[in-house]
């Protein structure tokens, strides 16, 4: 967590008391925990995505409480399971996380496999293979 997070309080009583920051293509994805003005705590999950046109970002946030968090962890364990297990079995997972976060970075039009609205197919071996000659130098 940022140090320029911790306390930051948010106009409406709500602290910040943690934060994770996940980017992921074109999307950036923020994991915060938030105290009320009674000391309990919550989870916002928000998905923020630059604009087409260059100005500003969408963005769109789950308010997770704590007594959901158990029922959240279990669905989005088991939707993850099922996509990885029925849908796309051969589907090399670890992919992008060879990759650099400055794969990502670029221009609004280049296309990003998260950007794609189409299915994602799993990886020719060509693809896999170029992948895994690229990743030793993005490993340093």
């Given at each position: 967590?940022?140090?320029?997070?911790?306390?930051?309080?948010?106009?409406?009583?709500?602290?910040?008391?943690?934060?994770?920051?996940?980017?992921?293509?074109?999307?950036?994805?923020?994991?915060?925990?938030?105290?009320?003005?009674?000391?309990?705590?919550?989870?916002?999950?928000?998905?923020?995505?630059?604009?087409?046109?260059?100005?500003?970002?969408?963005?769109?946030?789950?308010?997770?409480?704590?007594?959901?968090?158990?029922?959240?962890?279990?669905?989005?364990d088991?939707?993850?399971?099922?996509?990885?297990?029925?849908?796309?079995?051969?589907?090399?997972?670890?992919?992008?996380?060879?990759?650099?976060?400055?794969?990502?970075?670029?221009?609004?039009?280049?296309?990003?496999?998260?950007?794609?609205?189409a299915?994602?197919?799993?990886?020719?071996?060509?693809?896999?293979?170029?992948?895994?000659?690229?990743?030793?130098?993005?490993?340093?």
């Amino acid at each position: 967590m940022d140090d320029d997070f911790k306390g930051r309080d948010d106009s409406r009583g709500r602290d910040e008391v943690y934060s994770e920051k996940i980017r992921a293509g074109k999307r950036t994805y923020f994991f915060d925990v938030r105290a009320t003005r009674s000391n309990d705590y919550y989870i916002t999950i928000t998905e923020s995505k630059r604009r087409f046109n260059g100005h500003g970002y969408d963005k769109h946030k789950i308010f997770l409480y704590k007594e959901d968090f158990n029922k959240f962890m279990a669905a989005l364990d088991q939707t993850i399971d099922h996509v990885k297990t029925n849908l796309m079995p051969d589907y090399d997972y670890n992919e992008f996380d060879r990759r650099p976060e400055s794969f990502y970075e670029g221009s609004s039009n280049e296309s990003t496999p998260a950007a794609s609205s189409a299915p994602a197919e799993a990886p020719s071996d060509d693809a896999k293979e170029k992948v895994d000659e690229l990743s030793t130098t993005w490993e340093d």
